[in-house]
């Protein structure tokens, strides 16, 4: 990666319905790891937003006695709700609709066509109205009949068209290359070995337009290939249009400029990272580049492929209605609660089953027991011994604390590197289980009373130990940032310290000089008011609808 800029994207979410947890958890992620950037001091550009033009969508639409724009207009603001109350701060959010996304789409088709990747032929098989075009290798016989895999409550279609087909097999060698010469392109590792060993068995190559599809990018080319638009600006029908998966999957070069605006596209792209799910691997890490490289364009420099939300062993979806409602979510855990709980409970890199129940006692756990009770008994011991003045701690070397400060830091940054999220947050806390024994094995209060009682030596270390805890507190405080912005500058405010960072992460001064423990050791202040920051949550406390 380079240091002059990140961008980072996450696949954009169907409009054909409200979002679920599951849904925006890639989301959250992503903007914790464009967030940890903004406040190191990288030009950062975030990108997500919607699908908009799947069959499926204008069918649910029809049912309703409506336009399919209006219906993903509707659909969309539910999503822009939802990611509003989980704090997520995109540069962009990005519709398939957008004006400047079917120019994008449309002068792909144009350099594919001109690079002879695409042809005219017949395509036949199984259609899946959410997903698209399925291999036979990539639907399930049940005694109900032929499903796709990942929406098993979608009747799927067979379908005879004549259609437009890109030459996907021609890349199968410089795939295969990509894979061997980027080994960190594809990640996880075992997400790579899956996708390599795909190549090796062999590429199809796949339709990228649809025949009589009213809802979609005008496909710009037609079969004798002469421009489908005609004099007056509008496309003719003939010519069909864009296939949603090659439309969506095109959306992360839209979004960096591509092709109305050559210097910022010249500046943000490749993309350092695009976070997407299991389901999504092989358009991302197999098409993808293929159609990239058909444009005389660069691959991405990172997939990072994230597991499903699982709940008794099912994959969350909303046809199952086994989905948890995001703003039912945040309602009860809060913004940043919410954010931790989903970040922590489940592994960035894996399939993880989860509960109502799960989520609550991690919260209770890790915020309200063990980080929220920190911050509460430190400003509130400091508050009352000390009368209200800030203590310095004291040297990294003469601190307890302070002497594993660096390695926890060294770890949760070099996981949020690996985007391994939930192993971040678990070396601070590990840092904080350490603050809060450190506190039991002090003991400021008997410290307190030996002070009061005209022990110098005692009254020494208590401004000493407690100037360890608010540095501690400062210092976590700080770092988890990206994961709870919202706390992040309550706790500064406790602390008696100045927050600088903007409500995206940008705007203060880079992260790293200020996680130095002792960093504003030399600045003297007063302790804010000890307000509780997580409220302790009952296990069968309100649960979503």
Not at 340 to 346: D, F, N, S
Request: hydrophobic share 40%; aromatic share 12%.
């Amino acid at each position: 990666m380079t240091d002059s800029r990140f961008y980072i994207t996450t696949s954009i979410a169907y409009a054909n319905n409200r979002p679920g947890l599951h849904t925006l958890y890639e989301v959250v992620g992503a903007d914790v790891l464009a967030r940890w950037h903004r406040m190191n001091g990288t030009p950062t550009r975030f990108l997500t937003g919607t699908d908009e033009h799947s069959v499926n969508i204008a069918m649910r639409a029809a049912d309703q006695g409506r336009t399919p724009r209006d219906f993903v207009d509707e659909q969309v603001s539910l999503f822009r709700a939802a990611e509003d109350a989980l704090g997520i701060r995109p540069d962009r959010f990005i519709r398939t609709t957008d004006p400047d996304h079917v120019r994008s789409a449309q002068e792909m088709v144009r350099r594919a066509y001109a690079n002879g990747d695409i042809y005219v032929g017949t395509y036949e098989g199984w259609y899946c109205p959410s997903e698209g075009f399925r291999n036979a290798t990539d639907v399930v016989e049940t005694a109900r009949g032929t499903i796709c895999p990942n929406h098993p409550e979608v009747p799927l279609q067979w379908l005879t068209e004549r259609n437009w087909f890109f030459r996907l097999s021609a890349y199968q060698e410089r795939l295969e290359r990509w894979f061997a010469d980027e080994p960190h392109a594809v990640q996880p590792e075992y997400r790579r070995n899956e996708m390599l060993g795909f190549i090796r068995s062999g590429l199809e190559d796949f339709s990228i337009s649809r025949a009589g599809a009213g809802w979609g990018i005008p496909f710009p080319i037609l079969p004798d290939g002469s421009s489908a638009q005609r004099p007056d600006g509008t496309w003719d029908p003939e010519a069909g249009t864009i296939y949603v998966w090659y439309d969506a999957l095109i959306n992360y070069i839209t979004g960096a400029g591509f092709p109305d605006d050559p210097e910022s596209f010249a500046r943000w792209w490749p993309a350092d990272v695009h976070v997407i799910g299991k389901d999504i691997a092989r358009f991302h890490t197999i098409f993808w580049p293929a159609m990239l490289w058909s444009a005389g364009l660069k691959a991405p420099r990172r997939v990072w492929i994230h597991g499903w939300l699982l709940a008794a062993g099912e994959r969350m979806s909303k046809s199952r209605g086994n989905f948890m409602d995001p703003l039912d979510f945040t309602r009860a855990f809060g913004s940043d609660g919410a954010r931790y709980a989903v970040l922590r409970e489940v592994p960035f890199d894996r399939d993880a089953d989860v509960s109502w129940d799960a989520f609550v006692r991690r919260y209770n756990a890790d915020l309200a027991n063990d980080f929220g009770n920190l911050v509460n008994r430190t400003v509130t011991m400091a508050g009352r011994f000390l009368d209200g003045r800030r203590p310095a701690p004291r040297p990294a070397a003469g601190s307890p604390l302070g002497a594993g400060w660096d390695d926890a830091l060294a770890a949760y940054a070099a996981a949020l590197d690996g985007c391994l999220l939930s192993d971040a947050l678990a070396a601070l806390w590990a840092f904080v289980g350490d603050a809060n024994r450190f506190v039991d094995a002090e003991a400021p209060w008997a410290l307190a009373k030996a002070a009061r009682g005209g022990d110098t030596g005692a009254a020494d270390r208590l401004e000493a130990v407690l100037g360890d805890l608010v540095e501690a507190c400062r210092l976590v405080g700080l770092a988890v940032a990206p994961f709870m912005p919202e706390t992040a500058p309550r706790i500064a405010a406790q602390l008696g310290h100045a927050y600088t960072y903007g409500p995206d992460g940008n705007g203060g001064p880079p992260i790293a000089a200020e996680l130095r423990w002792g960093a504003r050791m030399a600045e003297t202040g007063r302790l804010g008011a000890p307000v509780p920051l997580f409220p302790r949550l009952e296990t069968d406390a309100a649960v979503a609808d």
